[in-house]
C-alpha cells in the first residue's frame, strides 16, 4: 500500500459471535480466492514471460478478477462513477485503507507503485511482489533510478496507479500530494493520468474513519475487524477525465492539477457516510 500510513485509527472491539461466524465464512473465502488466483496468476506469468517482449497480457485479468472476487466475497457494496481511460497511463488516488487496492483493481486493470517497505510487510508484501508491484525508495540517492523504473513500465505499455499522499487519511480529507512520482510519469513523455477519488461510506451506527488504516498497526486486527461487520458500508469509486502531460508541464503542477480532482471528488460526495 504506497506510501506510508501514519493514520492511528483503530477498532479494538471484539467481535462476537456473529462477528466470529463472519470471519470464518469470509476468511475462507478470502484465502481460497487469493491462493487459487494466485497460483494461477504465476502460473500464467511463466508462460508470459516466453513471449518477446514480456509484457503481461493475461495476467492484468487475472489480478483484476482476484481482487473483483474478493471484493465480493468481503461483502463490499461500490459504485462507480464515470469510467476508467484506457488510454491513461497512470491512475492517482486517495489512500485510506488496505480496500483501496482492491477497489481499484476491480474495476481498472493496473500495476501499482508502492514504498519500498511494503515489501517486508507480512502477507501484503508477499502478494505485491508476487503481482508485480514497482517498488520505489524515499532515499534520495536511489530515488531518481526507481523513478526510471516506474517511468519504463509505462513505456513497456502498463498502467501504473499510486497514491501520492504522504500518509493514509481518515478518509474525510485529502492529503497534500507528494510530486515525486509524477516526476516518473512526466519523464515518460507523451501520455496522460487519471485522477480517482475513493469515498468510503461507513457501516450504519459508526464513525466516518471506520475502514480507514494505518500501516504501522497490526494489519490483522483491522482485517477481522472489516470481515466481522455484519452489513458493509459502501465504496464509490470517482474516475475523473484523464489530464494530458505535456513535454512542458511541471510535475508540481501536474500533482497540485491531480490533487484538487480527486479533492472534489470527495467534496462532492458529501459526508462519507452510509
Known amino acids: 500500500m504506497p506510501f506510508a500510513p501514519e493514520s492511528a485509527v483503530t477498532n479494538s472491539a471484539r467481535p462476537g459471535a456473529l462477528g466470529w461466524l463472519l470471519i470464518a465464512l ?14 494461477l496468476h504465476l502460473l500464467v506469468r511463466g508462460l508470459e514471460m516466453l513471449v518477446p517482449g514480456k509484457r503481461p497480457l493475461l495476467t492484468p485479468f487475472i489480478a483484476q478478477g482476484v481482487c473483483w472476487l474478493t471484493f465480493a466475497a468481503i461483502g463490499f457494496h461500490w459504485r ?8 491513461a497511463s497512470a491512475l492517482v488516488a486517495n489512500h485510506v485503507s488496505w480496500i483501496d487496492v482492491l477497489a481499484i483493481n476491480s474495476n481498472d486493470r493496473v500495476c501499482f507503485v508502492a514504498k519500498g517497505e511494503v515489501a517486508g510487510w507480512a502477507l501484503i508484501g508477499w502478494l ?39 500518509a493514509l487519511s481518515d478518509g474525510a480529507r485529502v492529503l497534500p500530494f507528494r510530486t515525486s512520482l509524477f516526476g516518473a510519469v512526466v519523464q515518460a513523455g ?39 461487520t455484519p452489513k458493509q458500508g459502501r465504496i464509490d469509486v ?28 470527495l467534496q462532492g460526495a458529501g459526508s462519507p457516510s452510509l
Request: a positive charge.
Open 238 to 265: 470517482v474516475f475523473h477525465d484523464s489530464l494530458p502531460v505535456t513535454a512542458d508541464v511541471e510535475r508540481k503542477v501536474l500533482a497540485h492539477a491531480c490533487e484538487e480532482r480527486v479533492r472534489s471528488g
Open 80 to 87: 462507480v462513477v464515470g469510467r476508467p481511460d484506457r488510454q
Open 190 to 228: 507523451g501520455v496522460s493520468v487519471q485522477p480517482v477519488t475513493l469515498v468510503y461510506h461507513a457501516p450504519a451506527g459508526e464513525g466516518a474513519d471506520y475502514y480507514s488504516w494505518g500501516g504501522k498497526l497490526p494489519f490483522l486486527p483491522n482485517l477481522l475487524k472489516v470481515l466481522a
Open 128 to 166: 505485491a511482489r508476487a503481482t508485480g508491484t514497482v517498488f520505489v525508495s524515499r532515499n534520495r540517492t536511489r530515488v531518481f533510478a526507481h523513478m526510471k523504473r516506474v517511468a519504463q513500465r509505462i513505456a513497456q505499455g502498463r498502467k501504473i496507479a499510486f497514491f501520492p499522499e504522504p
Open 26 to 39: 469470509r476468511g475462507t473465502a478470502f484465502i481460497i480466492i487469493t491462493m487459487l488466483g494466485l497460483g
